[in-house]
């Protein structure tokens, strides 16, 4: 069955530069999930999409954004990156919003150096 | 906001004894909760969830109970194996996201 897909894996940048992270959900999902795991820790809620309209926001930087776009995939973008913004960024996707299971990808590793 | 407080942190049991993991909430609005089982460096896994009205789940040697009115909830492992060996997370959401608990190191020791 296919799952999340997400890409790159693995990012390694410097201070300060920019990085987008993309995200390709599971075919006939229509809300996607981003979060934010770093070393030892819980994942973190950043923001989800719903239809391509933002539907709940976390604990997102204002130096990130994020959007859906029409064929449902999404990409996070990171700005002005900071040694704290190195962690596993997880994408889920799920059928529906609300109380529906959410599908885990892969995750992309961000380090930042 | 949610808040989802989970106990112990880590674990440890022999094989095929028994395991649990509790949480609580604080948001009683909250109505869907999942646990997850996460593998290091690898993505948290859906094991089991329960939903607001119904109290108990079963899925072979995993179970699920919830306490709506105590706002808590809890995950029950029968005849653990080392496989078994992992984070496991609780979550609990309302609405869209998900707030999870800070996870509990589960070991089996054969």
């Known amino acids: 069955a296919a799952g999340v897909i997400q890409s790159p894996r693995h990012l390694i940048k410097e201070k300060r530069e920019t990085a987008t992270l993309k995200c390709y959900p599971i075919p006939r999902h229509d809300t996607v999930y981003w979060y934010q795991q770093g070393p030892g820790q819980d994942p973190q809620f950043l923001i989800s999409?719903?239809?391509?309209?933002?539907?709940d926001k976390g604990s997102i930087p204002d130096r990130f954004s994020a959007q859906q776009f029409s064929d449902y995939h999404s990409e996070l973008n990171m700005s002005s990156l900071e040694l704290g913004d190195s962690a596993l960024y997880f994408c889920a996707s799920s059928e529906g919003g609300w109380g529906h299971e959410q599908f885990f990808g892969p995750g992309t590793r961000l380090t930042v150096l | 906001g949610e808040n989802v407080e989970q106990h112990p942190s880590t674990l440890s049991v022999q094989e095929g004894d028994s395991a649990v993991i509790k949480c609580t909430y604080s948001d009683s609005a909250s109505n869907y909760f999942p646990w997850y089982k996460q593998e290091l460096g690898k993505r948290p896994q859906l094991i089991i969830d329960i939903r607001s009205n119904v109290g108990e789940k079963k899925d072979q040697r995993i179970a699920v109970t919830l306490n709506k009115t105590a706002k808590h909830f809890s995950l029950h492992i029968t005849e653990t194996q080392p496989e078994d060996s992992a984070v496991y997370f609780c979550?609990?959401?309302?609405?869209?996201?998900?707030?999870f608990g800070a996870g509990t190191i589960l070991r089996v020791k054969s």
């Open positions: 999409f719903y239809e391509k309209m933002q539907s």
């Open positions: 979550a609990a959401s309302r609405g869209n996201k998900l707030v």
